[in-house]
T-cell receptor, first 121, second 111 residues
């Protein structure tokens, strides 16, 4: 079974703290993603990575950075946590290369981790 | 940018049929996928439609109409365990393997 694990299920931090969220996948996937999930807004992409040391901004990258030093590990960093970053953070991974999608009929299912519920006080 | 719209909540009784619609913007559209997420759980993949028509997988079916820019997920013979949130996610040419998610539909199944 594909497994995507996240370092914490629940995390409480204070405003201004630096926060690290870790994600590890065991399926040798090229792509890894970080989303945040808020009620009514669905999943919004923060950053994604299509290879080691490669990253691209998603739809809401402000206030976040990422690191991918090894293929199986993708880290999300909140440089200075703020209360509006209180949310559920979901990591996902998939096969396939960003930008060489193979057409409409080539679909690479995303596998999600259990999520980290982050509260910033 | 791309956006997908779906209803926020649907309530139905056990054994009933529920249809969750999802409309999307057509520009560069490749296909529509569906994910299920139980409370406290991770989203899991249900289906993907790139061509018009109905794809059936057990009690769940997914439909796409490219000419009408919409799709739906059909849940048949509802069971209590189907109570969950369901997300449509669009795949667009410009975005490669990235997905754009709708806001999610919470399905509540009552006895």
């Amino acid at each position: 079974d594909v497994k995507v694990t996240q370092s914490s299920r629940y995390l409480v931090k204070r405003t201004g703290e630096k926060v690290f969220l870790e994600c590890v996948q065991d399926m040798d996937h090229e792509n890894m993603f970080w989303y945040r999930q808020d009620p009514g807004l669905g999943l919004r992409l923060i950053y994604f990575s299509y290879d080691v040391k490669m990253k691209e901004k998603g739809d809401i990258p402000e206030g976040y950075s990422v690191s991918r030093e090894k293929k199986e590990r993708f880290s999300l960093i909140l440089e200075s946590a703020s209360t509006n970053q209180t949310s559920m953070y979901l990591c996902a991974s998939s096969f396939g290369w960003i930008g060489t999608s193979g057409g409409a009929w080539t679909y690479n299912e995303q596998f999600f981790g259990p999520g980290t519920r982050l509260t910033v006080l | 940018g791309q956006s997908l719209e779906q209803p926020s909540e649907v309530t139905a009784v056990e054994g009933a049929i529920v249809q969750i619609n999802c409309t999307y913007q057509t520009s560069g559209f490749y296909g529509l996928s569906w994910y299920q997420q139980h409370d406290g759980g991770a989203p899991t993949f249900l289906s993907y439609n790139a061509l018009d028509g109905l794809e059936e997988t057990g009690r769940f079916s997914s439909f796409l109409s490219r000419s009408d820019s919409y799709g739906y997920l059909l849940l048949q013979e509802l069971q209590m365990k189907d109570s969950a949130s369901y997300f449509c996610a669009g795949r667009f040419k410009a975005a490669g393997n990235k997905l754009t998610f709708g806001g999610g539909t919470r399905v509540l199944v009552k006895p």
